[in-house]
């Protein structure tokens, strides 16, 4: 990890969920089981590194995801618990990459990395706006 004294070593962030209809993948429509979905799979991943962080962030400042590379490893089941870890291994300039992983209770269901970039709040929104209005 580079020296960052923003965000110390060994920053780690988790997110939960309990399997319901509303996230397997039938009923979002990327698969045919209802199962745990792996797009939600990505999302819990992504907002446990978004918990990692919120205590570092500066006033003004937030992180977008800029890339994801999991694997989906395991099925799981309605009513089960699944928690998502993510690990700040490196920080380049603006640029944070986690190693990742989703756990149901009773396998490990994914793994992988993700990155994240800071961006200026303001100034990211002042962008989007712009691009909104052609």
């Known amino acids: 990890m580079s020296d960052n004294p923003q965000f110390p070593a060994g920053l780690v962030g988790e997110a939960n969920i309990v399997v319901s209809n509303e996230v397997t993948a039938r009923h979002l429509g990327s698969g045919a089981v209802a199962v745990f979905a792996t797009p939600e799979m990505v999302r819990l991943m992504e907002r446990a590194a978004v918990n990692g962080l919120a205590p570092y962030l500066a006033a003004g400042q937030q992180s977008v995801g800029t890339m994801v590379h999991v694997k989906h490893l395991a099925a799981t089941p309605l009513g089960a618990t699944v928690t998502a870890k993510a690990e700040l291994l490196s920080v380049d300039g603006r640029r944070l990459l986690f190693k990742v992983s989703a756990h149901d209770g009773t396998d490990l269901?994914?793994?992988?990395?993700?990155?994240?970039?800071?961006?200026?709040?303001?100034?990211f929104e002042q962008r989007v706006a712009a691009k909104a209005k052609g």
């Not at 269901?109 to 100034?123: M, N, P, Q, S, V």
């Open 109 to 123: 269901i994914g793994e992988g990395t993700h990155e994240r970039a800071l961006i200026d709040l303001a100034k």
